[in-house]
């Protein structure tokens, strides 16, 4: 049972929207099946937002992720009911939710409390626990039941022993979500995403914001070849929105590392 006190609401840079918290979808029903217990975390999502549910691939084994990270990942997409190791690159993590939750799944955010969801289309469709208490794992055991995506992040780098993760493993093949794991490892994962920032867009000479900014990215997944490329995430053109044709482009400042 995720109990009210362990979470709060998340209002980071997006005036007027905000992420789900776990306390609106009380226990998601004690003494359900696990398929009753999904429609019922699906139902309650839908009436809170105002809008009829769409289940995304339930019969497919790969969740999409969009074009851009499509190309670096041997099967097209993140596995479901398996691990996926990522690193921790909040961009990266924001443009998987986003690429997630506008094609209609639902994503779960665990123990990321420092994590801006500016960059998100779909907020109504996330739900975040900030603060997941002392069994933060048991959080995102409930949550792989009924998500599509579910992202954990530990506080603490560690290296979870086969026996701790029987439970939450077993829950993921279960159900039909996607789990990611940053800062956290298991034996043998499914697939591992890792993301350096290699440029910011929008800086000019003194003047413009950040718009969007190039990762370089790595993946490895099993009985495949490592595959590395870069992905633009934001502003991906060479001008900022609302730059009328024929001004300046816009120039890149390199990360230092």
């Keep these: 049972m995720l109990r009210a006190s362990k979470s709060k609401s998340i209002l980071q840079g997006v005036e007027g929207t905000y992420v789900r918290n776990v306390e609106e979808f009380g226990d998601l029903g004690a003494g359900l099946s696990r398929a009753d217990k999904i429609a ?10 105002g809008e009829v549910v769409e289940q ?5 084994d790969i969740l999409p992720v969009g074009d851009g990270l499509e190309r670096l990942l041997a099967q097209g997409g993140l596995p479901r009911r398996s691990v996926t190791h990522l690193s921790d690159t909040p961009a990266l993590a924001v443009e998987l939710i986003d ?4 094609r209609g799944g639902f994503a779960g955010v665990v123990g990321w409390p420092e994590l801006s969801y500016a ?15 002392t069994e933060p794992l048991s959080v995102a055991s409930v949550l792989v039941e009924g998500l599509d995506l579910v992202i954990y992040r530990s506080a603490v780098d560690l ?3 086969p026996v701790r993760a029987r439970p939450i493993l077993a829950r993921l093949r279960a159900g039909h979500a996607a789990l990611l794991l940053v800062g956290t490892k298991v034996q043998s994962p499914a697939l591992s995403i890792s993301a350096q920032v290699a440029d910011f867009r929008g800086i000019g000479q003194g003047s413009g914001r ?12 099993k009985g495949h070849r490592p595959s590395s490329g870069i992905l633009t995430v934001g502003q991906a053109g060479g001008q900022a929105a609302g730059h009328a044709a024929g001004t300046a482009p816009q120039r890149h400042l390199r990360a230092v590392r």
Excluded at 99 to 102: A, P, R, Y
Excluded at 210 to 221: P, Q, W
């Design 210 to 221: 950040i718009t969007g900014m190039d990762l370089n990215v790595r993946t490895e997944s």
């Design 40 to 49: 019922t975390l699906r139902s309650r999502m839908a009436a809170l937002g």
């Design 56 to 60: 995304v691939a339930e019969e497919t």
């Design 99 to 102: 690429q997630v939750t506008s």
């Design 159 to 161: 290296t979870i022993s």
């Design 119 to 133: 960059g998100i289309g779909e907020l109504q469709r996330v739900v975040a626990v900030p603060d997941p208490g």
